[in-house]
Nanobody, 126 residues
């Protein structure tokens, strides 16, 4: 069966960096677009970034542009999110998800994604 597993979360001071990883198994990884989502306490889940199946198209929510970088290594079935200049408002549970359409755009939504991980917690202290 399909498994999506995130790792790399933790506690970091404001201004610091973290790199999240997501490994997917049980699917043909390079057929899928991949996305990162986050959900803060009391808030709805929001899309953070996505990347197309080949890695040539990426999208970022405005609040993370210039600070976060999404990338993928299809040979390793792994997705990454490099997060720099972290802010307290980045504190959330971060989820990785796979979209069988293979495509990523600003109109990508949660319901486009077929498989989800359990999440990894990122906490940024001020």
């Amino acid at each position: 069966q399909v498994q999506v597993v995130e790792s790399g979360g933790g506690l970091v001071q404001a201004g610091g960096s973290l790199r999240l990883s997501c490994t997917a198994s049980g699917l043909t990884f390079d057929d899928y677009a991949m996305g990162w989502f986050r959900q803060a306490p009391g808030k709805e889940r929001e899309g953070v970034a996505c990347i197309s199946w080949g890695g040539d198209v990426t999208y970022y929510v405005d609040s993370v542009k210039g600070r976060f970088t999404i990338s993928r290594d299809n040979a390793k079935n792994t997705l990454y999110l490099q997060m720099n200049s972290l802010k307290p408002e980045d504190t959330a549970m971060y989820y990785c998800a796979a979209d069988s359409s293979g495509y990523c755009s600003s109109s990508s939504r949660e319901y486009d994604y077929n498989y989800w991980g359990q999440g990894t917690q990122v906490t940024v202290s001020s």
